[in-house]
């Protein structure tokens, strides 16, 4: 059912490095305590379980000054595919916005829109064989770029969806919505737009549209799950607005803030913004580079140098970054492409070739 939207959250406010302090060790033994608790419950199905049981940040040691690690995660260019699936079956046609995984259930959720139909699927995990779905009818241009999910105290499993649609300038309104009994409650007040992610006791969302960001808003994950979003803080980030690609995903990895980029006439472009807003990295594949990755994960897939591509989402997974992209050996994506779920940031991972990315002009 469809509810009234509600009034704005509260602004948040920077941390300070005492706050980001208490903040960090705060995650990673709440997120470790959860962790546990997940193993020893997740066959009755506990309640109230996040997106992910893992800790915020990789267990690393900070500086005196309380800043991040000097570099994002390591081994970004280190890549293994999770799993893969079709865009598009049975003559459908929506197009994947967003994924997350559920790791216990041995799941992959998928949102897909078309229009004001917003279909969420679930699919096995390595298989990506789809298991079930249920549509849902939202706004136009409401796209749900980023998967939250939890369990209720009813052991129902549940997604926090973008309610409203538009860009920023737009009202900033998300809903839960219950795929157990296939009912949508009522919208609730969360800044930023199309994409969020979860990481330990925090959510993460931002303003980021289509090259521009300006903010990421921290938000309390149980307080967003009770409905009730509390805005913990708001970094901005520096150095300008400008973008080096479409921002098409974005996950909390680190105390980073990634934005994954890129269009059908760009390629897969990583940028990532620390704790304090400032940029701390900027990389890029090239279209070559890209599919050469591609081809030592798929063997012979991808032949054609003028191949489909597009990246749609993004999330962490066991303090480690996930990207979604699009291939398809055929420039026609929309018949037959194939979603690819990366996890980057591992040791054992192919090695792909990875170059500084720019903003468009600079």
């Not at 920023?168 to 309104?173: D, I, Q």
């Not at 006439?265 to 990583?270: D, G, L, M, N, R």
């Not at 591609?294 to 997974?317: I, Q, W």
């Amino acid at each position: 059912m469809n509810g009234s939207a509600m009034g704005p959250s509260p602004q948040g406010t920077p941390f300070s490095a005492a706050q980001w302090l208490i903040l960090t060790r705060r995650a990673w033994l709440g997120a470790a305590l959860a962790a546990g608790a997940t193993a020893l419950n997740h066959a009755a199905v506990a309640a109230q379980i996040g997106a992910v049981a893992k800790p915020a940040a990789p267990r690393m040691a900070y500086t005196s000054t309380l800043q991040p690690a000097s570099t994002p995660p390591a081994y970004l260019e280190r890549v293994a595919l999770l799993c893969e699936f079709p865009v598009r079956e049975k003559g459908e046609a929506t197009w994947t916005q967003g994924v997350s995984i559920n790791k216990g259930a041995k799941e992959v959720y998928v949102s897909n829109q078309n229009g004001t139909q917003l279909r969420i699927d679930v699919r096995r995990l390595p298989s990506g064989v789809r298991k079930s779905s249920r549509t849902v009818k939202t706004q136009d241009l409401c796209w749900t770029e980023g998967m939250p999910w939890f369990y209720n105290k009813k052991g129902h499993l549940c997604f926090i969806i973008r309610a409203t649609g538009g860009g920023p300038a737009k009202s900033s309104t998300y809903a839960i919505y219950n795929y157990t009994t296939g009912s949508k409650g009522p919208n609730i007040p969360i800044k930023g737009v199309c994409r969020a992610d979860v990481a330990g006791k925090y959510m993460v969302t931002t303003d980021a549209w289509t090259t521009s960001v300006k903010n990421f808003y921290l938000y309390d994950w149980r307080s967003v799950q009770a409905g009730t979003p509390r805005l913990v803080a708001t970094i901005r980030a520096q150095g300008g607005a400008k973008t080096a690609a479409k921002n098409q995903g974005m996950a909390w990895v680190g105390n980073y803030f990634f934005l994954i980029q890129g269009n059908p006439s760009q390629s897969p472009t990583f940028q990532a913004w620390d704790a304090n807003g400032k940029l701390a990295l900027s990389r890029k594949y090239t279209r070559a580079d890209f599919r050469d990755l591609v081809n030592k994960l798929k063997p012979g897939y991808l032949t054609n140098a003028k191949y489909a591509y597009e990246a749609e989402g993004a999330f962490n997974l066991d303090g480690k970054l996930v990207s979604v992209q699009i291939v398809n050996n055929n420039p026609s994506v929309i018949t037959d492409g194939r979603v690819l779920v990366l996890q980057h940031n591992r040791i054992d991972g192919v090695r792909g070739k990875m170059q500084p990315a720019k903003p468009p002009g600079q």
